[in-house]
C-alpha cells in the first residue's frame, strides 16, 4: 500500500491561484507516474495531470494546459499549482500513483481521499 493525503484545497476567486500538495508514505520504489484528477458533481472523474518518476515527464489535459503545473520535489511529494482559476475548475481534486501503465487513464494504483478546490466568481 501506498497511502496519499491531499492539501491545500479551498475557496478562490476567479483568477486566483491554488497549490495541492500530495505527500506519500510507505514503499515507493515500484512508483512509475504520479497524477491529479478531479471530479466535478455530477461528472466523471477526469485527468488534470501527470508527472513520470524516471524521467519527469509532464502531461496535461487540454483544460488546463498553461494555468496548472505539476511538480514534485522528491520521492514523496508532489505539487498542482493552479493559476487563473475559472469558476469551471469547482472539484474535488486527488491525487493518485500507479506502478506502470498509461499516465492519462483512471487506472491508477494508488488513491488519495481527495481535497475540495472550489472557485467563486
Known amino acids: 500500500q501506498v497511502p496519499l493525503v491531499e492539501s491545500g484545497g479551498g475557496l478562490v476567486q476567479t483568477g486566483g491561484s491554488l497549490r495541492l500538495s500530495c505527500q506519500l508514505s510507505?514503499?515507493?520504489?515500484?512508483?512509475?507516474?504520479m497524477g491529479w484528477f478531479r471530479q466535478a458533481p455530477g461528472k466523471n472523474r477526469e485527468f488534470v495531470a501527470a508527472?513520470?518518476?524516471?524521467?519527469?515527464?509532464k502531461y496535461y489535459a487540454d483544460s488546463v494546459k498553461g494555468r496548472f503545473t505539476i511538480s514534485r520535489d522528491n520521492a514523496k511529494k508532489m505539487y498542482l499549482q493552479m493559476n487563473s482559476l475559472k469558476r469551471e475548475d469547482t472539484a474535488v481534486y486527488y491525487c493518485?500513483?500507479?506502478?506502470?501503465?498509461?499516465?492519462?487513464?483512471?487506472?491508477?494504483?494508488?488513491w488519495g481521499q481527495g481535497t475540495q478546490v472550489t472557485v467563486s466568481s
Open positions: 510507505g514503499r515507493t520504489n515500484s512508483i512509475y507516474a
Open positions: 508527472i513520470t518518476y524516471s524521467t519527469s515527464s
Open positions: 493518485a500513483a500507479r506502478n506502470r501503465g498509461v499516465v492519462t487513464a483512471l487506472s491508477y494504483d494508488y
